[in-house]
């Protein structure tokens, strides 16, 4: 299995601001993965995340916006930029390991 | 373009009654499938796989190839079965989930 924790837990925000949420795994994986959870909906994929490349992101979601940051091998950082009200969602990490896929707990944030 | 519907947003059963939650993909390929359950102020973890062909907490999923069809199923719901759940799928490789919406069952005692 795989022990994901993701800080902050929650958080409220101003328009125009910026967060950075943090990942950390317990041990190493090479992809790391970002969802987002809005109000009502199901988990859309923000980016892939690999250790000492570019993140790849999918369609609707770029750099500029989604900065990803993947250091070494158990940490993975996702920062929400020039934040407004349609960014409030649950951010999650996510690894893959051993054909499962496993999710941190999330990040709740409200932007006002 | 890989694409995973679940047609109910919210399901409600009485407690001791069968359980179909219906979930259908798009896909050229074989893909693997997964149920994903996330029951109240938890995080989401897998409940079982298509390749395992097992039983996790009564729950069953038979993957049809020619219906594109993967539905989860229990004969006799328990009020421990409240939970949201996701069907998702994924191309061969470490490649990410891709997740329906999610059905809310509700399972009234």
């Known amino acids: 299995s795989a022990v994901i924790s993701q800080k902050p837990s929650r958080d409220i925000c101003q328009r125009g601001t910026s967060l950075t949420i943090q990942c950390q795994v317990d041990?190493?994986?090479?992809?790391m993965f970002w969802y987002r959870q809005q109000p009502g909906q199901s988990l859309t994929l923000i980016a892939t995340?690999?250790?000492?490349?570019?993140?790849?992101?999918e369609s609707g979601f770029v750099i500029d916006k989604f900065p990803i940051s993947r250091p070494n091998l158990t940490f993975s950082t996702l920062t929400v930029s020039n934040m407004s009200p349609e960014d409030s969602s649950i951010y999650l990490c996510?690894?893959?390991?051993?054909?499962?896929?496993?999710f941190g707990p999330g990040t709740r944030l409200t932007v006002l | 373009a890989q694409r995973v519907t679940q047609p109910e947003k919210l399901l409600s059963v009485f407690k001791g009654a069968p359980v179909e939650l219906k979930c259908n993909y798009s896909?050229?390929?074989?893909?693997?499938l997964f149920w994903y359950v996330q029951y109240s102020r938890q995080r989401l973890q897998l409940l079982l796989r298509?390749?395992s062909r097992e039983s996790i907490k009564g729950f069953t999923a038979d993957l049809n190839k020619g219906e594109t069809s993967f539905h989860l199923k229990k004969p006799f719901a328990q009020e421990e079965d409240s939970a949201m759940y996701y069907c998702?799928?994924?191309?061969?490789?470490?490649?990410?989930?891709?997740f329906g919406k999610g059905t809310r069952l509700s399972v009234i005692a």
């Open positions: 298509h390749i």
């Open positions: 896909y050229s390929g074989s893909p693997e």
């Open positions: 995340a690999n250790q000492g490349s570019e993140a790849t992101y």
């Open positions: 041990s190493q994986v090479t992809m």
């Open positions: 998702a799928l994924r191309s061969p490789g470490n490649t990410p989930l891709v």
């Open positions: 996510s690894v893959s390991r051993t054909r499962e896929q496993f």
